[in-house]
């Protein structure tokens, strides 16, 4: 009776792992960094992916996350921290694949077992013609002030003129 039991606590505590790793638009890791070196359990980390903008072809983005690490880290429990760093950039001709609202969700990942939540959330500077990315973490009892914002430009690519953020808009 007891193993049941035991595996489902099990899924319990892997299904946000899990679900963090699977679906399209799915960040690349690209590399990582130890920032803290535990003997008998895992090292702490920065780790630093790409995300190509999934409605915005020609847009990448990159963030650095922290990974707690440590036996919690490890087994999913912990809560990783709120600081997160973002850089977007203009990689190739601009061609939006569809309309999108001001703050909406570009990326979503969890942070914790339940709680807590990092979001990359875009908009558009119609004015200026500029996107604006903003990362942030959000938590079912408390929030984090701790953000990130980058800014990507839309310029001509070549021989093809720049589309206008604005007429994209919701």
Sequence with gaps: MKRPLAALALCAI???AVSALAGDGEPEMIFKKRTVFRLLSPDAYLRVYAIDD???EGVACHFTAPEIGGWKGWAGLAEERSDVSLACRQVGPVKFKGKFRQGGDMYRERRSLFFKK???VRGCDARRNVLVYLTYTDK???GSPKNSTS???IMPWGDQPAPRCGDYLE
């Design 54 to 56: 999934p409605l915005i």
């Design 140 to 142: 079912l009892i408390e």
């Design 151 to 153: 800014t990507v430009p």
């Design 14 to 16: 892997m299904l946000p």
């Design 118 to 120: 990092l979001h990359i």
